[in-house]
């Protein structure tokens, strides 16, 4: 979901879609911080989101007073501990909401659907629907792998600056997984490149032999995430990939439409 753009004097009436401008603001901020890295100071959230010091001031007091936001010893704002639970809750209603996209890729593809998402530095997989066929392959939600050896980790990281995602290599290693597996930074980037050209990402018997997966990123999802199919390689073909990838991409933009249309009150 998009920040909203906060106008810079309290004496402004709400916004117009009728909501309580302070809530907006303060989920504004949330969001600021978290773009940020999860810690800031006031003058950083003035800058950037055009409102007072005073008012940044009495909108972090409420939120350190209800736990989302705490103060650091060197007087900047770091994310609140509450804020996972909510999180958590909320991974797990995405996944929820995610399962009649998957339903449908697994009727239109007849393979195995997933959705994932970037947690830290890991892939977590929230949703899946198996395929109906008697060979198949499945993923247990809550499983959670490296990014490197993945199609969804390549989908998730595609748009990520490349020093970052360097750190992120560096910080977990790049185990192979099978003898394909990815297991040099460059080469990493230079697959990161190709899901930017091509617009879907592949993991090649690079998690498992025999397993080929194709991937799209759901498109400004709230969270970065991502969903697949997966299945043998002697079904997801080069053939097959060119008339699975246009569905997947369909269900990721299907999926974000939902997502976006969530938030509407009745």
């Excluded at 996944?95 to 659907?113: K, M, N, S």
């Excluded at 395929?131 to 748009?159: D, I, N, Q, Y």
Aim: hydrophobic share 40%; glycine share 8%.
């Amino acid at each position: 979901m998009p920040p909203s753009h906060a106008s810079t004097s309290d004496s402004k009436p709400a916004a117009s879609s009728g909501g309580v401008q302070s809530l907006e603001r303060a989920f504004d901020l949330l969001e600021r911080m978290a773009d940020a890295g999860g810690e800031v100071g006031l003058s950083e959230l003035s800058a950037s989101s055009g409102l007072p010091l005073p008012t940044i001031h009495r909108l972090m007091r409420t939120l350190v007073v209800c736990g989302y936001v705490r103060q650091q010893p060197n007087r900047r704002y770091a994310l609140g501990p509450r804020l996972i639970r909510l999180g958590e809750s909320a991974s797990r209603l995405l996944g929820t909401w995610a399962r009649p996209y998957l339903a449908r890729l697994v009727e239109e593809t007849g393979e195995t659907a997933n959705m994932a998402l970037l947690d830290g530095d890991e892939v977590v997989y929230v949703a899946q629907v198996p395929s109906k066929h008697s060979m198949r392959m499945f993923t247990e939600v809550g499983r959670r792998v490296l990014p490197h050896s993945t199609g969804v980790g390549k989908a998730l990281l595609a748009h990520t600056p490349p020093e970052e995602v360097r750190a992120l290599l560096a910080r977990t290693g790049m185990p192979a997984a099978t003898e394909k597996t990815i297991t040099t930074p460059d080469d990493f980037l230079d697959a990161l490149e190709q899901v930017r050209r091509v617009g879907y990402a592949v993991d090649d018997n690079e998690q498992e032999v025999g397993v080929r997966c194709l991937a799209v990123s759901v498109p400004d999802s709230p969270t970065s995430a991502a969903i697949s199919i997966s299945g043998p390689a002697g079904r997801v073909t080069e053939a097959a990939t060119e008339r699975f990838v246009p569905i997947l991409q369909q269900a990721a933009k299907d999926l974000s439409d939902a997502l976006a249309g969530s938030g509407s009150a009745g």
